[in-house]
């Protein structure tokens, strides 16, 4: 499984961005990982941002970006979308998408075994 984030920036404070990350391989099929966003910002551990089951029915979000980002999954394209809106200087880190084969939704790190290269985001105060 491969993975590919893009659409990271340089935005400034109150603005959207909007991530999206393309999935593909052999074993790959839409509906069989759930998916994950995660950021890391200089000097600080890798967190998870958000998180969306197979079917993209449940979805989790940290409480820092609860009603500012959404994520959606289309499975027909294989791709995960991250819209963040309202951004803050705080949201400023590599964002990393991720593919886990448990079922629900997924929020431990260790419990992705498939990791995107990151795109950076980066909002000006």
């Known amino acids: 499984v491969q993975l590919q984030a893009s659409g990271g920036g340089l935005v400034q404070a109150g603005g959207s961005l909007r991530l999206s990350c393309a999935a593909s391989?052999?074993?790959?099929?839409?509906?069989?990982?759930?998916l994950g966003w995660f950021r890391q910002a200089p000097g600080k551990e890798r967190e998870i941002v958000a998180a969306?089951?197979?079917?993209?029915?449940?979805?989790y979000y940290v409480d820092s970006v609860k009603g500012r980002f959404t994520t959606s999954r289309d499975n027909a394209r294989n791709t995960v979308y991250l819209q963040m809106n309202s951004l803050k200087p705080e949201d400023t880190a590599v964002y990393f998408c991720?593919?886990?084969?448990?079922?629900?939704?997924?929020?431990?790190?260790?419990?992705?075994?498939?990791w995107g290269q990151g795109t950076k985001v980066t909002v000006s105060s």
């Open positions: 991720a593919a886990s084969s448990r079922l629900g939704v997924v929020t431990a790190k260790s419990q992705y075994a498939f």
């Open positions: 391989g052999r074993t790959f099929s839409g509906y069989a990982y759930a």
């Open positions: 969306i089951s197979r079917d993209g029915i449940s979805t």
